[in-house]
């Protein structure tokens, strides 16, 4: 079946530090890659997605690069804020269908 | 326009007795979805409704819950009797189900379960 696994939490960083959060998957075929944010409190919001091998997704300065050949879709950004804190959960769908897979999620705590 | 709405918010309940939960999903979506969130977890598919079928309830525990969407707009899901081990947050979502957005799911709030 599919899965995604994500690196454990919390991940603790300076504002203006760069950002990674590792997200690897396994699926069959070519699924859909999403990273979802959930803010303290609120429901999921996606945050970006890609659809095919190669795709970057990108949204508020997060990139995420559809890795087909390491299975991978990692999420970075260059200079984190305190108001970047919060929980990412990366997530697949397979092609064709809508039902969501995700990760344990992964929180992110940013200090001024 | 209004996102995905979900009444209570907060439940607590005490163990044996029924509880349920309601979902407004965003004008249009054909698509509505249920997820468990247990803490430090990701959200788990509990059922799938596209209009008013469930097209996927195979993790929905049948011998306590049940969910409907009479109208295919909004959705409840019921818990009869809840146990200690259902407390979790209860989230609904949805998506248009059509085109390149057919995966593109909007969630709702939540619902923060505690049983007693």
């Known amino acids: 079946g599919n899965s995604v696994t994500q690196m454990e939490g919390p991940v603790t960083l300076s504002e203006e530090a760069f950002l990674t959060i590792n997200c690897t998957y396994t699926?069959?075929?070519?699924?859909?890659l999403f990273w979802y944010v959930q803010y303290p409190g609120e429901g999921l919001q996606l945050l970006l997605k890609a659809t095919k091998a190669d795709d970057k997704g990108s949204n508020k300065g997060f990139e995420a690069t559809y890795r087909k050949e390491t299975t991978s879709f990692h999420l970075e950004k260059g200079s984190v804020q305190v108001s970047d804190s919060a929980v990412y959960f990366c997530?697949?769908?397979?092609?064709?269908?809508?039902?969501?897979?995700f990760g344990k999620g992964t929180m992110l705590l940013v200090s001024p | 326009e209004a996102g995905v709405v979900q009444s209570p918010r907060y439940k607590i309940i005490e163990k044996k007795q029924p509880v349920a939960f309601w979902c407004n999903p965003i004008s249009g979506h054909n698509t509505l979805y249920w997820y468990l969130q247990n803490l430090g977890q990701g959200p788990e598919l509990l059922i799938r409704?596209?209009?008013?079928?469930?097209?996927?309830d195979s993790q929905l525990p049948k011998d306590r819950f049940s969910a409907e969407r009479l109208k295919g707009v909004d959705s409840t899901l019921k818990i009869q009797p809840a146990e200690l081990g259902d407390s979790a947050v209860y989230l609904c979502?949805?998506?248009?189900?059509?085109?390149?957005?057919?995966?593109?799911?909007?969630f709702g709030a939540g619902t923060r379960l505690s049983v007693l």
């Open positions: 409704y596209e209009n008013e079928e469930a097209v996927d």
């Open positions: 997530a697949l769908s397979d092609q064709g269908y809508s039902t969501l897979t």
């Open positions: 699926a069959t075929g070519y699924p859909s």
């Open positions: 979502a949805s998506s248009s189900g059509q085109g390149i957005a057919k995966n593109i799911q909007y």
